[in-house]
């Protein structure tokens, strides 16, 4: 229990004394965390809730009053049975109904807390992080401010149908040759200029699922996709799925079909293959625009850049590039020698060195903007992608980035932020209580089965997601990994704080703990390991759960007695004067009471006594006397079994 206990500990920062109330509306840390009905409006409305709450409710009437709940992200159990005027144990209780075990301080999840608030008969209006962010992102711009921009194209497709090769080609250096086994290993973003004399942004995502992850968290990045089709293999299941994250994007799509150049390229196949997923090629009378190209020698790479400045001024992209930037990470990682750097894709506005910035729950001072040709720049705007250098901290890609006023503002959101990851984190950990749905999944898989809790910090979010996928595949159904936090740069102090909550190892991959973050774990006692080789880590993680394995037990037979006589002997009990029949039997051994070949007793033996003496053991044909640990009902001509009980060690 004592992950429990320490869950105490987490809602601590909100009995933090208030800090003095901006005059702005806006959500700030403080206010968020209080119910809603208590945020001053105005004096008019104050006026309205206290008419309501002296005039038109009755005090002495016990009648339900149903209120509207505001949820955040995670609460604690007693703040929302404040929020509902309900008792908290009856909060408690329900949960308990749904086989949880909760305490007061505990923190629980929206879902959760909704599911209550709603069972109880109360409205629920949940609070979204953007809240806090209210007028961070998307305000609008007058429309005179707009000027066009280049757009922002991503290329997606199979494996190996040349997406890397195309861009590269488009590039015209090459990358594929210094790619370490050909993978895609970062995200990495340049600006080409068509034919046409338009600029076009490319952005290298290494897989789709990075770019649904992106969207998935409100970055719409894309504006165009272009899909490779490779002319000698047509369509093939990540093709499909490429079609499908740009329909949900609603990204129109250019097709490039790729390879050309090759003797059994087949592009009328293709085209055709494209049918069965709705994708109408204006060849055979649709409306997707579409390209036979080879990256290998360069046939058409022109009429592509041309297609997409076509498509692109059908839609008329704009952006003010007069204002403070925002964007969005398109790849992060903790470099030994600039520290942390983030790609980012700027889409409105200009950044400059210097600026505030914040992505995520880090924020920092924009040291310097280095352009996609490694050159440093003094301003990036809409469309263009920079390397960030100045965060304090590695955001994650998806990340949407803003410029703010001053630093107490970025203070204040990443502030807010890094709390609710927090919070969220620790609200997962209860006993993977993040849901009643996970609830119900974990009762259904047996108590029984142990985690073995993780925090993994890593230098590139890539080895961070291979790491995290090894260790997935460990376990059985009696122990398993499980990773409460994930992510990439140095091991700070929360993550420290976070092992405490959750009982967890902290694992570093190419990274190391901060100064303030390694004190506070050797004072809590958690291990930090740091490891350069994933196998090693996975090995020593493997042996390590492998420990937390029940071990297996073998019986070894000792021997066989007979129960020949039963005496009472007071201050003892009952005693059993027995003989040895085959084997031998030994004290403290294992026993079992077999009568008429039923086994009526299992337990240990107390006593063994041969004449007056306590003994070791009895050897075959002797006479003893035995008595059991908490069992008298032994009769005369009962067996008693001796065994052993070994433990042995298994291992994954
Ligand atoms: P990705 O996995 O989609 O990024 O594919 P790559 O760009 O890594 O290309 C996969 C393989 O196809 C590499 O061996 C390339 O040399 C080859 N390739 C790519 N484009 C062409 C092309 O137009 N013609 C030919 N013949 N080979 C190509
Ligand atoms: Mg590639």
Redesign the pocket.
Known sequence: MTVRAAFAAVPAARSRPPRPAPSRTRLTLTNALEDSSDRMRSEASFRRRVQRMTGRRPTEQKEKILREVTIPETITIADLANRMSERAVDIIRMLMKQGAMHKITDVIDADTAQLIAEELGHTVRRVAESDVEEGLFDSPDPEEMLEGRAPVVTIM??????????L?ALRKTNV?SGEAG?I?QHIGAYQVMTPLGGLVTFIDTPGHAAFTAMRARGAKVTDIVVL?V?ANDSVMPQTVEAINHAKAAKVPLIVAI?????PDARPEKVKTDLLQYEVQLESLGGDVLEVE?????GQGLDKLLELIQLQAEVLELKANPFRLAEGTVIEAKLDRGRGPVATVLIQRGTMHPGDIIVAGAEWGRVRALINDKGESTDGAGPSVPVEVLGFNGTPEAGDRVAVVENEARAREITDYRSNLKREKAAARLGAGRSSLADMMSQLKAGAGKKEFPLIIKGDVQGSVEAIVGALAKLGNDEVAARVILSGVGGITESDVGLAQTAGSVIIGFNTRAHKEARAAAEQAGIEIRYYNIIYDLVDDIKAAMSGLLAPELRETMLGNAEILEVFNITKVGKVAGCRVTDGRVERGANVRLIRDSVVVHEGKLSTLKRFKDEVKEVQVGQECGMAFESYQDMRAGDIIECYRVEEIKRSL
């Open positions: 497709g199979h494996v190996d149908h040349g997406k890397t090769s195309l590269d594929v050909g895609t490779v490779a790729n390879k050309i150049d090759l190209l080879s990256a290998k020698t």
